[in-house]
């Protein structure tokens, strides 16, 4: 471990001594909710075997999809689309059965909802794009990368994991989590078709969080596309020592660590988020390597 520890020292996005406090307490306590996204250039529903995935595409350019966390919505990254729409095409997706996507009687996985974005490319006409995805959002950016490696140019995952003990249990929800669920309730009962209650969609998602991901070590090594793995290093939920394993298994990965935040860095610093973001996609070279895992 002191190895892992010393990685993560050198790669911090923030130095210790550069933590801002907001109202006495540390950055990785509070929240800074997204501001609402511009109109897009274009939205519509992708029809898959009786469910309606929502998407929107805003700017020109090479194709970057964001993704999610769970039982939020694509407005969840108001602070990011500034950052990228000038530079790429950038398609927003609603994960089945949250924001102003459906879904039948079918149980939600991260299989099947990568399989859902595979759909909204194909109804673009999208051969291949780079995925950028948040905690679910970034499961199912890993499953795309193992499953669909044709369809996909690089991978920005951040605070995902690959098996439940990698998640850390809890109590009482922390003050950030029960703010953002507080966001997804009244998002989702604002823009919700579906007629569900939010506590259903909650009752469909636990398994999720509770098992296994199905994504195996074998599974990481075999993934061919560039790779930054991210997280925040106060992350109420994700191991970061397994984070760095993960960066560590998969052949062309980076590690990212930001400083001072948890599992909402993106809110919490997005200025920093966002350049790790566009420097994944942009520059050539690798920003930080890491050794592989044995």
């Not at 274009?42 to 998407?55: L, Q, S």
């Not at 194709?63 to 939020?72: A, D, T």
């Not at 062309?252 to 997005?270: C, E, I, K, M, Y």
Request: proline share 6%; aromatic share 8%.
């Amino acid at each position: 471990m002191p190895l892992l520890r010393a990685v993560v020292v050198v790669i911090l996005t923030t130095l210790a001594t550069a933590t801002t406090a907001h109202a006495g307490k540390p950055r990785w306590q509070t929240m800074r909710l997204p501001p609402a996204m511009p109109s897009a250039d274009d939205r519509g529903n992708a029809e898959v075997a009786g469910a309606r995935i929502f998407y929107a595409v805003y700017g020109k350019g090479d194709p970057v999809i964001l993704l999610h966390g769970g039982l939020g919505n694509s407005e969840h990254f108001g602070f990011q689309l500034p950052a990228l729409v000038d530079r790429f095409q950038v398609i927003t997706i609603d994960s089945r059965g949250q924001g102003r996507s459906t879904n039948d009687t079918t149980t939600i996985t991260y299989d099947v909802m990568a399989t859902d974005v595979i759909a909204v490319m194909d109804k673009l006409a999208i051969k291949r794009a780079s995925i950028v995805g948040w905690s679910d959002g970034g499961e199912i950016a890993l499953k795309l990368g193992i499953a669909f490696p044709d369809r996909v140019d690089r991978l920005f995952v951040f605070g995902a994991s690959y098996e439940t003990q990698s998640t850390r249990r809890r109590g009482s929800p922390s003050a950030t989590f029960a703010l953002y669920s507080s966001k997804c309730r009244s998002d989702y009962e604002r823009m919700s078709i579906s007629g569900r209650p939010y506590n259903a969609l909650v009752r469909d998602l636990l398994p999720l969080w509770r098992g296994p991901s199905g994504i195996t070590k074998d599974q990481l090594r075999g993934i061919k596309a560039p790779v930054m793995i991210a997280d925040g290093d106060h992350d109420e939920v994700i191991v970061l020592e397994q984070v760095i394993e993960m960066a560590k298994l998969i052949p062309n990965a980076q590690l990212r660590v930001f400083g001072d935040t948890s599992h909402f860095a993106l809110w919490q610093d997005p200025e920093n988020f966002n350049k790790a973001v566009v420097d994944f996609l942009t520059v050539s070279s690798p920003l930080v390597r890491t050794e592989r895992a044995p």
